[in-house]
T-cell receptor, first 115, second 115 residues
Framework: DADVTQTPRNRITKTGKRIMLECSQT?????MYWYRQDPGLGLRLIYY???????NKGEISDGYSVSRQAQAKFSLSLESAIPNQTALYFCATSGPGAPNTGELFFGEGSRLTVL | AQSVTQLDSQVPVFEEAPVELRCNYSSSVSVYLFWYVQYPNQGLQLLLK??????LVKGINGFEAEFNKSQTSFHLRKPSVHISDTAEYFCAVIDEYTGGFKTIFGAGTRLFVKA
């Protein structure tokens, strides 16, 4: 089983709908992240959380919200989806300190299409 | 703000030929550098990382990278590629100015290995 699991893997929705992408992890990491991947832009950070009570905006948080329900669960919501939110979304985790300093562990991605 | 530039968006190469994927980052006092690989329809996985010490870093699948502080570069190399190396490769950096453990990604380089 994957250490970082994302659901759904694929979703097609319509403009204005509310969408939730869910992420769960079995790595025991405190730090969790949501990234968005667009062709030619690499990965951009949407939100990150260093523990259950710590939520921080990334570089492109407008139009998104998150919830850290537990150490192992971190969900991303689009309250009113719009077409330019069509992208591949990744959840990732990281553990504290060396020797794995900063290494990210990714889920397999959630492909979202907004019509 | 920290930034990462991957100088080639696509690199076609014949099987068994050598390859170099180029990466430059903004200057900073202290950085951690990473290369991640993304195979089709999968999440990213760590290829190799530089945290400190020897500037030549060896990773999985025969890849290596060299940290050059004066050139602010971290180019990825492999002496002989295989068809299975076809994937997208991302250079990434963490530095003290991005809040400790926020990873900044380059736009990615698509490696096409031809028979």
């Amino acid at each position: 089983d994957a250490d970082v699991t994302q659901t759904p893997r694929n979703r097609i929705t319509k403009t204005g709908k509310r969408i939730m992408l869910e992420c769960s992890q079995t790595k025991g990491h405190d730090r969790m992240y949501w990234y968005r991947q667009d062709p030619g832009l690499g990965l951009r950070l949407i939100y990150y959380s260093f523990d259950v009570k710590d939520i921080n905006k990334g570089e492109i948080s407008d139009g998104y919200s998150v919830s850290r329900q537990a150490q192992a669960k971190f969900s991303l919501s689009l309250e009113s989806a719009i077409p330019n939110q069509t992208a591949l979304y990744f959840c990732a985790t990281s553990g504290p300190g060396a020797p794995n300093t900063g290494e990210l562990f990714f889920g397999e991605g959630s492909r979202l299409t907004v019509l | 703000a920290q930034s990462v530039t991957q100088l080639d968006s696509q690199v076609p190469v014949f099987e068994e030929a050598p390859v170099e994927l180029r990466c430059n980052y903004s200057s900073s006092v202290s950085v951690y550098l990473f290369w991640y690989v993304q195979y089709p329809n999968q999440g990213l996985q760590l290829l190799l990382k530089y945290l400190s010490g020897s500037t030549l870093v060896k990773g999985i699948n025969g890849f290596e990278a060299e940290f050059n502080k004066s050139q602010t570069s971290f180019h990825l190399r492999k002496p002989s590629v295989h068809i299975s190396d076809t994937a997208e490769y991302f250079c990434a950096v963490i530095d003290e100015y991005t809040g400790g453990f926020k990873t900044i990604f380059g736009a990615g380089t698509r490696l096409f290995v031809k028979a």
